[in-house]
């Protein structure tokens, strides 16, 4: 009786051996080898950072005497090597100032070519750039290239060249009138229509210096 007794007890320590190894096992198979396709993917989160980016000011625009006030009137815009220079997108260029009106509904900022005021040759013609800041005269939106349509004028017999920005909140602005440097001494081609089916194309010279006229048109 004690013979089988013992040998029980050697089979019941030999069995909790065999299933010790056996747990073991299982739990050494369910490590996965390093490397292993079927391993933990470790995620490294960075966090979001957002660029800062600097607005392009202009502060000597806040010394300029002579700003114009744009009305409903037409202003007439003549930049000359005396007025303030600064750099732009485009290059270096003089600009004159623009006091733009603080109007709660949208308006609309007219811009037109004026090609037989210039300094000296009327096949010159000043085709402007714009951007508009803010009271800090730092930039809102940069505007190099103006799209320029023939368009009646109130009193006008013939088509004028003109640009339409808008403007659309009440906040304090300005606009500040320059000209694009990449194509400084170029030439442009500029249909005047008379109406009637009276087309005349003409080639202008882009100058630096010259006349714009600015007025606002809601």
């Given at each position: 009786m004690k013979t089988l007794a013992t040998n029980l007890?050697?089979?019941s320590i030999a069995l909790g051996s065999a299933g010790l190894a056996l747990a073991n096992t299982q739990a050494e198979n369910t490590v996965p080898p390093?490397?292993?396709?079927?391993?933990?993917?470790?995620?490294?989160?960075?966090?979001?950072?957002?660029?800062?980016?600097?607005?392009?000011?202009w502060p000597q625009a806040s010394e300029d005497k002579k700003v114009t006030k744009a009305g409903f009137i037409q202003s007439m815009i003549k930049i000359t090597q005396a007025s303030?220079?600064?750099n732009f997108k485009t290059g270096d260029s003089?600009?004159?100032v623009v006091a733009l009106p603080s109007y709660k509904k949208e308006y609309r900022l007219e811009i037109s070519l004026v090609f037989d005021l210039n300094f000296r040759k009327q096949s010159e013609v000043l085709v402007p750039s714009l951007v508009i800041v803010d009271g800090n005269f730092c930039e809102i939106s940069d505007l190099p290239k103006l799209k320029f349509t023939p368009t009646?004028?109130?009193?006008?017999a013939v088509e004028v060249e003109?640009?339409?920005v808008k403007i659309a909140d009440e906040k304090p602005k300005y606009a500040l009138i320059y000209t694009d440097a990449r194509f400084a001494n170029s030439e442009v081609n500029v249909t005047s229509d008379f109406g009637y089916g009276m087309q005349n194309t003409a080639r202008y010279r882009r100058v630096s210096h010259g006349y714009v006229n600015v007025r606002i048109n809601k």
């Open positions: 007890a050697m089979l390093p490397g292993s396709p079927e391993g933990p993917v470790i995620v490294v989160v960075q966090p979001a950072i957002n660029p800062v980016i600097e607005k392009k000011c303030p220079q600064g003089a600009f004159e009646y004028g109130a009193f006008a003109k640009a339409f």
